[in-house]
């Protein structure tokens, strides 16, 4: 489809595209990593959120600052920063998500220039009001921060009118995942990468109008006959591979939802629109379903991950973990027991940047795939 390969152009060169909305619009670019970032405040400021990843491979500058066993995510985005190609940002922001992140910032933090940095240190424990109270508190001091530091006055009206833009994208996200779910033939799980990927890149106005063109025109694909594939759901961190996907419906599965930071973590939850917005967009992030770097319940996640392969009809669970990424690694054990309770198959898949040889990934796929 046209207008996803729109998408894809962005999230396959995004420093490019970031660098012309800078020459043609005159946006400041602020890159950040995780979704507890804020961003419809960076958005009100005027400037673009981006969405950082790093590199896959020629890492080496990073590696004279970070241990061998920090993940790619880590290295892959210092080094970019340490390289050059990252001077287009204006600022970057930071939400305290583990012990390698926070380390990051501070080494970027000392060994950058970037005009704006940013420490958003969001409390682990979400079940307190002083814990929600604390959590404005941040979000406010952001605001603050981002004022000063790019030289703007956030405007009531501006807060308003990024929390509009980002529950529309939000929303229009959600119905896409949807749309997938009753019928995986209408769109593919790659496909679906461009775009949730790209919603974190692109400028949000544009997104805003080619989403429900989007889901218009998928709404009048043709149904394909036959059977799609076993249906499956996804948990885990961040996935880089859109080939992941290709291999699994190869194999004979189809991903119908999931569980990512890379996916449905990005657009779950809606920030209210009533009283104060700057708290409005905190308590969104205190009551929007959580990774391991946030704590409600020793159970939450586990139930989560269980609702959602009973709601989406789901045969079975792939964990994309990146290698080195001790919060994921901590939770799965607790996570994978939740499934063995109710007999639901597992498959963990632990990788970098660089993926292992296609054949073998197949293997593997075909080998769970076929078990379900």
Request: proline letters at 4%; charged letters at 25%; a negative charge.
């Amino acid at each position: 489809m046209e207008l996803i390969q729109e998408f894809k152009n962005v999230v396959d060169n995004p420093y490019q595209y970031a660098k012309k909305i800078k020459e043609e619009e005159g946006k400041k670019i602020i890159g950040y990593f995780c979704t507890y970032a804020p961003e419809e405040l960076v958005y009100a400021a005027g400037a673009l959120p981006l969405r950082l990843f790093g590199v896959s491979e020629n890492i080496h500058l990073a590696d004279s600052h970070l241990q061998s066993y920090s993940c790619s995510l880590v290295r892959g985005a210092l080094e970019e920063a340490l390289n050059g190609n990252l001077d287009f940002l204006d600022g970057t922001v930071f939400p305290h998500t583990c012990d390698s992140i926070q380390r990051l910032s501070d080494i970027w933090r000392m060994n950058t220039n970037f005009a704006f940095f940013s420490d958003v240190v969001m409390p682990v424990k979400l079940t307190t009001e002083s814990a929600r109270r604390y959590m404005r508190d941040v979000i406010r001091k952001f605001k603050t921060d981002l004022e000063k530091g790019l030289g703007v006055d956030i405007s009531d009206d501006a807060v308003r009118n990024a929390i509009a833009v980002y529950n529309s994208v939000r929303g229009y996200l959600k119905t896409l995942y949807e749309i997938r779910s009753e019928d995986p033939a209408r769109i593919s799980s790659e496909e679906m990468y461009y775009l949730v990927k790209g919603s974190m890149m692109m400028d949000r106005r544009t997104v805003l109008d080619l989403l429900p063109r989007i889901i218009q025109e998928l709404r009048t694909r043709p149904a394909k006959k036959g059977n799609p594939g076993k249906r499956l759901v996804l948990a885990g961190s961040i996935c880089n591979h859109p080939n992941i996907f290709r291999l699994i419906e190869d194999a004979g599965g189809v991903v119908v939802w999931d569980d990512l930071c890379t996916g449905s973590r990005y657009f779950e939850g809606e920030t209210g629109t009533e009283g104060d917005l700057v708290d409005a967009i905190a308590d969104r992030y205190s009551s929007r379903e959580i990774c391991p770097a946030k704590h409600i319940s020793n159970t939450a996640r586990g139930d989560r991950l269980l609702r959602l392969v009973k709601r989406h009809n789901a045969a079975g669970v792939m964990f994309l973990h990146l290698k080195f990424c001790d919060p994921h690694a901590w939770d799965y054990p607790y996570l994978k027991e939740a499934l063995d309770g109710e007999t639901i198959p597992a498959l963990l898949l632990e990788f970098e940047e660089t993926l292992p040889p296609e054949g073998q990934l197949r293997t593997r796929f075909e080998a769970f795939i076929e078990m379900l």
